[in-house]
């Protein structure tokens, strides 16, 4: 099905104000998974206005975030000068971040805007060193089906070039080809951005784990 451009207005929408409602910083599952980070390389994807990367060097990494925004990137140099930001693509990542030295990359709320799932996992396996592990923490795919009242709108099976909304096996199975070891996967039933009419009976959120072995 050819998405309307009202489809397309309401979707992007929807986006901003999920946007627009997130914490920003690191989620509490992820905080909650992070062991002591002191003397550990750190690569922070898509990082956006830098939170999550200031909050990874408070925990004593050395901390790398890449971004394909100018302002964004503009912006959390200001902010937190002693993080090396980046301006690059996660699907096409730049040369100097794939040299398999961090030991961790840290992906959250990033999954909406990658078009190519194999190049952004292929470049997560190549940033990371021997050992090195993936987390990652984003709204779950099966919440994106649900509207406000969490009546089940969309189709979760349906294929659409135009707005990516990556199945979990997709992303799972991606992550698998680039030749990580996935070491956890859990849901959550918490979904950011609708406190209301949240339904804990429909998953909200997922944390992966994975690991380059
Ligand atoms: C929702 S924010 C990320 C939030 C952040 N990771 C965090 O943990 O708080 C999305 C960011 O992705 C960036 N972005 C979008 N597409 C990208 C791409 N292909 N490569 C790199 N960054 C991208 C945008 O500039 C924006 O700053």
Redesign the pocket.
């Known amino acids: 099905m050819e998405p309307t451009d009202h489809n397309l207005r309401a979707w992007d929408e929807v986006h901003r104000r999920r946007?627009e409602s997130?914490e920003?910083?690191?989620?509490p599952p992820v905080r909650h998974a992070l062991a002591d980070l002191k003397g550990k390389r750190v690569l922070?994807?898509?990082?956006?206005?830098?939170?999550?990367?200031a909050q990874l060097a408070d925990l004593g990494a050395t901390v790398t975030g890449?971004?394909?925004?100018t302002?964004?990137l503009a912006a959390s140099r200001e902010r937190w000068p002693r993080i090396l930001w980046i301006?690059?693509?996660?699907?096409s990542l730049p040369r100097e971040l794939r040299r398999g030295r961090f030991d961790l990359v840290?992906?959250?709320?990033?999954v909406?805007?990658?078009?190519d799932l194999d190049g952004?996992a292929a470049g997560i396996a190549s940033a990371l060193s021997a050992g090195g592990d993936l987390l990652m923490?984003d709204e779950h795919p099966a919440a994106k089906s649900v509207d406000g009242l969490m009546h089940w709108r969309e189709d979760y099976f349906g294929e659409d070039k135009h707005l990516p909304n990556w199945r979990l096996g997709q992303i799972v199975t991606a992550v698998a080809r680039a030749g990580l070891v996935v070491r956890a996967l859990e849901e959550y039933p918490e979904q950011p951005g609708n406190p209301r009419h949240h339904d804990a009976r429909v998953p909200g959120t997922f944390l992966l784990h994975a690991r380059r072995p």
């Open positions: 946007a997130l920003p910083g690191l989620p922070t994807l898509q990082s956006g206005t830098g939170e999550s990367a890449v971004d394909n925004s302002e964004a301006e690059g693509d996660v699907q840290y992906a959250g709320w990033n909406d805007e990658v078009h952004w923490f």
